[in-house]
């Protein structure tokens, strides 16, 4: 039985990345303009947390009457209030618009709806967020994205050379931004803890790039006269193995996460299994096929022949794959 | 590579076990572990309120009202000064951030610049050239207020919470001014947020006698007095009231407040202290026959009439209260008055119902998730993935016991970060198998192809998992509450699965290697 796995992957495959790299690069294209024009046009559906507001849930004694509940507290003045059952016929979601007066006026809205609603409800949850906090939340939120994007590359930068840093940080962008643009058109919330799978997946999606990378630059090493197109394939072709198996049991975590983790964790499973799905993309299809585009240093033209490099280094070479470049 | 020194070995066997010790406590409940001998630990990790329930209040200090007091105060101050120094002015008040006043003598600028130092010297005064002058307090006096302020609102929101009884109330300063309240266990917190909500400056002030209410209402206020509002409207009772600026008493002078009844209605007892109580005795002394107004954050709560002096510190405040607004006053007054209005900015509330939910939910989440992960490296490495799976359990009491041992608190996002990072660890075993499996193809030999996976794949890992580690920090940097618990989780499954992935499943194969003396690699 522990002879050998269940299941063996023997054969490096050999695909053609490079040559579908133009398809790669339109498909992305498309997918970054659509989801810029869709968070122009569309906005996202944002949470409380970020928009402001009130949602309260509530398990009131008897099923509840929306329609009765409705009545009652839109004669309260508080502005729109939408109900939602969720869950048992006993539990109302509701929600109230952020109220015009400052953060002081929240709260007051909050005892009036309470106390509407009388003494028999149980609150199962409270959420109330003031126009300060929301527009705080929104800027700490932009800051801390733009920041890891800025700190990836940085990191790369300073790991490899600055053209793969550049490299990641686009294909990191990409994922990003069209994450973004998936929540704008399927109009899933956006709250605090899916800007925390965004920043998990600007994490995440360079890992792939990182190892796709590392691979890039060993093997730019090791056979110095290469033609650059069948280097990158070859190296894509190499770490395909090991990216299919941890984005695999990186997404077994996740689907977990969507079909048991209830109802608040909906949005961040949502951005995650995206991110998963469009980061190894990006790696395979945008950033290294990018290198062909923008060359580190030891590419020399397109069939590598301007490269006067003495024999490849045999494996094993006492020079360890992480060391920089000697190149000036 | 493939030799491992004993006190290594034992480094590594002494932090699973460790791991797995400082775990356990976390499986049982508090009951159970509460009846283990006293040797074994019991320290369980702390659930964030999304998940035991309870609420979560973010106040802020209104300093602003702060700063209008004090121009108003400075106001008043010059107005004195320059009356008692029979300077001719023009234009004083308060505008914008700074109080302004035009002098008739402009030559006197040098007295009066003197003069507005000797009335506090953090004072900026400056000239305009059409002769205005402006003050304001510097911006260091600015802040020392501001820090003063929030110490010690925080120190009577404190008392306050205290009074209610609630137990194991976090109550701390975030940012420059604001407070963070946390108060595990309250489902609706109403009525806590009534109680914070109010300022409770009380104050005793004569009635004006000769002036009516109507005239006052219509703007001709007496010079020293002022108009407040009767805190409810009551039949029989004016609903405003003209009283002398002038404060008797105030209630920082009281030693003690008790509800109680009097003629069966409920009223609150209260006992000054000794210079509280000498002066409240000569301002009745001298005031019999008249009416004094009890004033509550500027409304008049009750005006009784003084029928004899009230020589003992002590009297009772009548005043159409039930049962909970007379404890809710007296508590008020016990623990002081806030030196600035406080606001709510932000509530987050979870009842017990949705915490528990959110636990069984998380719990289950993470144990499908990480039971597919084993399963999964199983099937596609054999016996090595069964190596990687004993590491992940390890890296999993790991994570657990550094989570509890730092008292982190643990969120729902922080347990979707758990599950997130088993699925994550296992990619450094993957990236060493992976490599394994290429030097083997390339024809080297057993051990070779063992240490050079190891070898070559620890920068890659290194490298991938800074890159997490660096968006970890970012949101816990940036992130507020159940952000910041996933940001702990995260980050720490990262730095764990360093140490299991690659020292833990190191250990295992090369102890399998020395045992079973293999042929070939099983994978």
Same mark, same amino acid.
């Given at each position: 039985?522990?002879?050998?796995? *269940?299941?063996?992957?023997?054969?490096?495959?050999?695909?053609?990345?490079?040559?579908?790299?133009?398809? @790669?690069?339109?498909?992305? /294209?498309?997918?970054?303009?659509?989801?810029?024009?869709?968070? /122009?046009?569309? @906005?996202?559906?944002?949470?409380?947390?970020?928009?402001?507001?009130?949602?309260?849930?509530?398990?009131?004694?008897?099923?509840?009457?929306?329609?009765?509940?409705?009545?009652?507290?839109?004669?309260?003045?508080?502005?729109?209030?939408?109900?939602?059952?969720?869950?048992?016929?006993?539990?109302?979601?509701?929600?109230?618009?952020?109220?015009?007066?400052?953060?002081?006026?929240?709260?007051?809205?909050?005892?009036?709806?309470?106390?509407?609603?009388?003494?028999?409800?149980?609150?199962?949850?409270?959420?109330?967020?003031?126009?300060? $906090?929301?527009?705080?939340?929104?800027?700490?939120?932009?800051?801390?994205?733009?920041?890891?994007?800025?700190?990836?590359?940085?990191? =790369?930068?300073?790991?490899?050379?600055?053209?793969?840093?550049?490299?990641?940080?686009?294909?990191?962008?990409?994922?990003? =931004?069209?994450?973004?643009?998936?929540?704008?058109?399927?109009?899933?919330?956006?709250?605090?803890?899916?800007?925390?799978?965004?920043?998990?997946?600007?994490?995440?999606?360079?890992?792939?790039?990182?190892?796709?990378?590392?691979?890039?630059?060993?093997?730019?090493?090791?056979?110095?006269?290469?033609?650059?197109?069948?280097?990158?394939?070859?190296?894509?072709?190499?770490?395909?193995?090991?990216?299919?198996? +941890?984005?695999?049991?990186?997404?077994?975590?996740?689907?977990?996460?969507?079909?048991?983790?209830?109802?608040?964790?909906?949005?961040?499973?949502?951005?995650?299994?995206?991110?998963?799905?469009?980061?190894?993309?990006?790696? *395979?299809?945008?950033?290294?096929?990018?290198?062909?585009?923008?060359?580190?240093?030891?590419?020399?033209?397109?069939?590598?022949?301007?490269?006067?490099?003495?024999?490849?280094?045999?494996?094993?070479?006492?020079?360890?794959?992480?060391?920089?470049?000697?190149?000036? | 590579?493939?030799?491992?020194?004993?006190?290594?070995?034992?480094?590594?066997?002494?932090?699973?076990?460790?791991?797995?010790?400082?775990?356990?406590?976390?499986?049982?409940?508090?009951?159970?572990?509460?009846?283990?001998?006293?040797?074994?630990?019991?320290?369980?990790?702390?659930?964030?309120?999304?998940?035991?329930?309870?609420?979560?209040?973010?106040?802020?200090?209104?300093?602003?009202?702060?700063?209008?007091?004090?121009?108003?105060?400075?106001?008043?101050?010059?107005?004195?000064?320059?009356?008692?120094?029979?300077?001719?002015?023009?234009? #004083?008040?308060?505008?914008?951030?700074?109080?302004?006043?035009?002098?008739?003598?402009?030559?006197?600028?040098?007295?009066?610049?003197?003069?507005?130092?000797?009335?506090?010297?953090?004072?900026?005064?400056?000239?305009?050239?059409?002769?205005?002058?402006?003050?304001?307090?510097? +911006?260091?006096?600015?802040?020392?207020?501001?820090?003063?302020?929030?110490?010690?609102?925080?120190?009577?929101?404190?008392?306050?919470?205290?009074?209610?009884?609630?137990?194991?109330?976090?109550?701390?300063?975030?940012?420059?001014?604001?407070?963070?309240?946390?108060?595990?266990?309250?489902?609706?917190?109403?009525?806590?947020?009534?109680?914070?909500?109010?300022?409770?400056?009380?104050?005793?002030?004569?009635?004006?006698?000769?002036?009516?209410?109507?005239?006052?209402?219509?703007?001709?206020?007496?010079?020293?007095?002022?108009?407040?509002?009767?805190?409810?409207?009551?039949?029989? #009772?004016?609903?405003?009231?003209?009283?002398?600026?002038?404060?008797?008493?105030?209630?920082?002078?009281?030693?003690?407040?008790?509800?109680?009844?009097?003629?069966?209605?409920?009223?609150?007892?209260?006992?000054?202290?000794?210079?509280?109580?000498?002066?409240?005795?000569?301002?009745?002394?001298?005031?019999?026959?008249?009416?004094?107004?009890?004033?509550?954050?500027?409304?008049?709560?009750? /005006?009784?009439?003084?029928?004899?002096?009230?020589?003992? @510190?002590?009297?009772?405040?009548?005043?159409?209260?039930?049962?909970?607004?007379?404890?809710?006053?007296?508590?008020?007054?016990?623990?002081?008055?806030?030196?600035?209005?406080?606001?709510?900015?932000?509530?987050?509330?979870?009842?017990?119902?949705?915490?528990?939910?959110?636990?069984?939910?998380?719990?289950?989440?993470?144990?499908?998730?990480?039971?597919?992960?084993?399963?999964?490296?199983?099937?596609?490495?054999?016996?090595?993935?069964?190596?990687?799976?004993?590491?992940?359990?390890?890296?999993?009491?790991?994570?657990?016991?550094?989570?509890?041992?730092?008292?982190?608190?643990?969120?729902?996002?922080?347990? /979707?970060?758990?599950?997130?990072?088993?699925?994550?660890?296992?990619?450094?075993?993957?990236?060493?198998?992976?490599?394994?499996?290429?030097?083997?193809?390339?024809?080297?030999?057993?051990?070779?192809?063992?240490?050079?996976?190891?070898?070559?794949?620890?920068?890659?890992?290194?490298?991938?998992?800074?890159? +997490?580690? =660096?968006? @970890?920090? #970012?949101?816990?940097?940036?992130?507020?509450?159940?952000?910041?618990?996933?940001?702990?989780?995260?980050?720490?499954?990262?730095?764990?699965?360093?140490?299991?992935?690659?020292?833990?499943?190191?250990? #295992?194969?090369?102890?399998?290697?020395?045992?079973?003396?293999?042929?070939? $690699?099983?994978?």
């Amino acid at each position: 039985m522990f002879r050998r796995p *269940l299941i063996v992957i023997r054969r490096i495959p050999n695909i053609d990345f490079m040559g579908l790299r133009r398809f @790669g690069f339109a498909l992305s /294209a498309l997918m970054t303009i659509g989801s810029i024009v869709l968070f /122009a046009v569309n @906005g996202l559906n944002y949470g409380i947390d970020f928009s402001g507001g009130i949602v309260i849930e509530a398990r009131t004694p008897q099923p509840a009457n929306l329609g009765a509940m409705r009545t009652e507290l839109d004669g309260l003045g508080v502005g729109q209030v939408q109900l939602q059952g969720f869950g048992s016929p006993n539990d109302v979601m509701i929600r109230v618009q952020r109220q015009t007066g400052g953060d002081a006026a929240q709260e007051q809205a909050v005892t009036k709806v309470k106390q509407a609603l009388g003494p028999g409800v149980t609150y199962l949850s409270t959420n109330v967020v003031g126009p300060t $906090i929301g527009a705080e939340l929104i800027r700490a939120g932009t800051i801390a994205t733009i920041l890891a994007l800025i700190a990836i590359a940085i990191y =790369v930068w300073f790991r490899f050379e600055w053209q793969f840093g550049i490299g990641a940080m686009l294909s990191t962008l990409h994922d990003t =931004v069209t994450t973004i643009g998936l929540f704008s058109l399927l109009r899933v919330e956006f709250n605090l803890t899916t800007l925390a799978a965004i920043l998990t997946i600007a994490g995440y999606s360079i890992n792939d790039t990182v190892v796709i990378y590392d691979r890039v630059r060993e093997t730019m090493r090791r056979y110095k006269t290469m033609d650059f197109t069948t280097l990158i394939n070859k190296s894509l072709n190499e770490t395909l193995s090991r990216t299919i198996l +941890t984005v695999s049991t990186t997404a077994l975590a996740v689907l977990s996460l969507f079909f048991f983790g209830g109802q608040v964790l909906h949005g961040f499973s949502i951005a995650m299994l995206w991110g998963i799905v469009v980061g190894t993309y990006s790696s *395979l299809f945008i950033a290294a096929p990018m290198l062909y585009y923008i060359r580190p240093k030891g590419v020399h033209g397109r069939g590598g022949e301007a490269a006067p490099a003495p024999a490849a280094s045999p494996a094993g070479a006492p020079e360890s794959p992480r060391a920089k470049t000697g190149a000036p | 590579m493939l030799y491992f020194q004993t006190w290594k070995v034992a480094l590594i066997l002494a932090v699973c076990a460790l791991g797995v010790v400082f775990t356990l406590p976390n499986v049982f409940s508090s009951q159970t572990v509460a009846s283990w001998p006293g040797f074994l630990p019991k320290h369980q990790v702390s659930l964030g309120l999304d998940l035991r329930g309870g609420s979560y209040l973010l106040l802020e200090v209104d300093m602003a009202s702060v700063e209008r007091d004090r121009l108003s105060n400075l106001v008043d101050e010059l107005r004195t000064t320059l009356v008692a120094r029979r300077i001719g002015y023009t234009h #004083l008040g308060v505008s914008g951030d700074h109080a302004e006043v035009k002098l008739l003598d402009s030559s006197k600028y040098g007295e009066v610049h003197d003069a507005i130092l000797k009335i506090d010297p953090n004072l900026q005064i400056a000239s305009q050239s059409d002769g205005t002058i402006t003050v304001k307090p510097t +911006t260091d006096a600015v802040q020392n207020r501001e820090r003063q302020t929030v110490d010690q609102s925080i120190e009577i929101v404190r008392r306050r919470i205290d009074e209610t009884g609630t137990r194991e109330a976090t109550i701390q300063r975030e940012g420059d001014r604001r407070i963070l309240v946390e108060l595990p266990g309250i489902s609706n917190p109403e009525h806590v947020k009534a109680l914070l909500g109010k300022t409770a400056r009380l104050t005793f002030q004569m009635v004006e006698a000769n002036a009516s209410v109507e005239d006052a209402l219509h703007g001709h206020i007496p010079p020293g007095d002022e108009l407040l509002p009767a805190s409810e409207s009551r039949p029989g #009772l004016p609903s405003n009231y003209v009283v002398h600026r002038r404060i008797l008493v105030s209630g920082d002078m009281l030693t003690d407040a008790q509800p109680t009844f009097q003629e069966n209605e409920p009223v609150v007892s209260f006992k000054f202290d000794s210079v509280g109580a000498r002066r409240f005795g000569e301002a009745t002394k001298v005031n019999v026959g008249k009416l004094f107004a009890i004033v509550l954050d500027n409304k008049v709560i009750s /005006a009784p009439v003084i029928r004899e002096p009230i020589l003992g @510190g002590q009297g009772v405040i009548e005043g159409n209260f039930t049962v909970q607004s007379a404890n809710d006053l007296a508590l008020l007054l016990r623990a002081g008055a806030l030196p600035a209005p406080l606001t709510v900015i932000e509530e987050r509330t979870v009842g017990p119902e949705l915490g528990a939910d959110s636990i069984r939910e998380g719990t289950t989440a993470s144990i499908v998730g990480i039971a597919l992960v084993v399963v999964f490296m199983f099937v596609f490495y054999g016996l090595f993935g069964l190596f990687a799976d004993v590491a992940l359990f390890f890296n999993l009491c790991i994570m657990m016991a550094a989570l509890t041992l730092l008292d982190a608190t643990l969120t729902l996002p922080g347990i /979707a970060g758990i599950a997130l990072t088993m699925g994550m660890a296992v990619d450094a075993n993957v990236l060493i198998y992976e490599r394994i499996r290429e030097e083997v193809r390339a024809g080297r030999s057993l051990i070779s192809s063992l240490q050079a996976g190891f070898e070559r794949a620890f920068g890659t890992i290194l490298d991938s998992h800074v890159t +997490t580690l =660096v968006a @970890g920090a #970012l949101m816990f940097w940036l992130g507020s509450g159940p952000v910041k618990g996933f940001a702990v989780t995260l980050s720490l499954g990262v730095l764990t699965s360093l140490f299991s992935a690659i020292l833990v499943t190191r250990l #295992l194969i090369v102890t399998w290697l020395r045992r079973f003396k293999p042929k070939v $690699i099983p994978i």
